[in-house]
């Protein structure tokens, strides 16, 4: 055998070597890549399944807030969410949800507050409506007496 045919072979099995750990280097990365794609997959999976169970959970809420027919067999709504869970909520759709899905809890949110707001003004305009109600059956009452 030649110096050059040794050189090449010597420089034959040095690529190939490289090629080897170049090879096992890329796989490495992309089962790196591949498990980290399945645990934010799993994240953003568990993420939307606490933003339908909280949507879900306030809808209920409105539906079952200030119903116009009601009986005592009736849910009540269910209980308002601590800041526990509104904050760990807030704290996955910030870190694993998409914009678009933080678009829209966004305007959830809004609708809520204006569903808020409008229940209280419901409920005041009830209570004055009510006190109007008795002290005006109370002014009859009174003044059928004077008259009597």
Avoid: C, W
């Amino acid at each position: 055998m030649t110096i050059d045919s040794r050189i090449a072979a010597l420089f034959g099995a040095l690529i190939g070597a490289a090629a080897a750990i170049g090879a096992r280097f890329l796989a490495a990365r992309h089962d790196r890549e591949q498990a980290k794609t399945a645990r934010q997959q799993q994240r953003m999976e568990r993420t939307y399944e606490d933003v339908m169970t909280t949507v879900n959970r306030l809808v209920l809420g409105v539906e079952r807030t200030e119903r116009m027919l009601t009986s005592e067999a009736d849910p009540k709504p269910p209980a308002r969410l601590t800041d526990g869970e509104l904050n760990l909520l807030n704290a996955r759709i910030g870190l694993y949800g998409s914009d678009r899905v933080r678009d829209l809890l966004a305007e959830f949110r809004d609708a809520q507050r204006r569903f808020i707001v409008a229940v209280g003004t419901h409920q005041d305009l009830k209570r004055t409506a009510t006190t109007g109600r008795v002290e005006a059956s109370q002014k009859v009452e009174q003044d059928t007496k004077s008259r009597v």
